[in-house]
Antibody, heavy 119, light 103 residues
């Protein structure tokens, strides 16, 4: 069945960079808008960034604008999140999620990858 | 940006009881309101999209309603597996969540 698998999370020092990857399978990736959503330990959900199905449009939360970049490779069924100038408050479990029928609601989620920003 | 406020923060109920969760938007919504369930150690699961449409595979005891700025998620008769945290969401905004716990 359709699946998303995130990777790339690790412990990283403040101000360093990290790239997360989300591999999609068993669905037509190039037809769906995609998003990154994060969850700090013990906290609620926070939308981070989104991209249109064709990568022509990107959206960012104010908290990451100018530091994070969302990209996608439709030929490889893969979504990315480039994170620069990381801060301790970026520590979270990062999920990738599929946009259902361009509704802006997310019907398919990965299991997440943990990013810890600490010196 | 729309702010979504969920209430109550915690709902203590027994299996078989009806649960009613509220989500209030800071401005009238023009796009789809969704509801999610999250259990410990798991990713969120979409229950309801566009305020009232059940997602694929979601049991009929879950229903969504409302429009404009006020929305509800109703679980008609709580099953043991329904005790979890529930979030509402509209595009880039998530509510703070309602925890449904066993009384």
């Amino acid at each position: 069945q359709a699946q998303l698998v995130e990777s790339g999370g690790t412990v990283v020092q403040p101000e360093r960079s990290l790239r997360l990857t989300c591999a999609a399978s068993q669905f037509l990736f190039s037809s769906f808008a995609m998003h990154w959503v994060r969850q700090a330990p013990g906290k609620g959900l926070e939308w981070v960034a989104g991209t249109s199905y064709d990568a022509n449009t990107e959206y960012y939360a104010d908290s990451v604008k100018g530091r994070f970049t969302i990209t996608r490779d439709n030929s490889a069924d893969t979504l990315y999140l480039q994170m620069n100038s990381l801060r301790p408050e970026d520590t979270a479990l990062y999920y990738c999620a599929r946009d259902w029928l361009t509704s802006g609601n997310f019907d398919l989620w990965g299991r997440g990858t943990l990013v810890t920003v600490s010196s | 940006e729309t702010i979504l406020t969920q209430s109550p923060a915690t709902l203590s109920l027994s299996p078989g009881e009806r649960a009613t969760l509220s989500c209030r938007a800071s401005q009238r919504l023009t796009t789809s309101l969704g509801w999610y369930q999250q259990k410990p150690g798991q990713a969120p699961r979409l229950l309801i999209y566009d305020a009232s449409n059940r997602a694929t595979g979601i049991p009929g005891r879950f229903s969504g309603g409302g429009s404009g700025t006020d929305f509800t998620l109703t679980i008609s008769s709580l099953e043991p597996e329904d005790f979890a945290v529930y979030y509402c969401q509209e595009r880039s905004s998530f509510g703070g969540g309602t925890r449904v716990e066993i009384k």
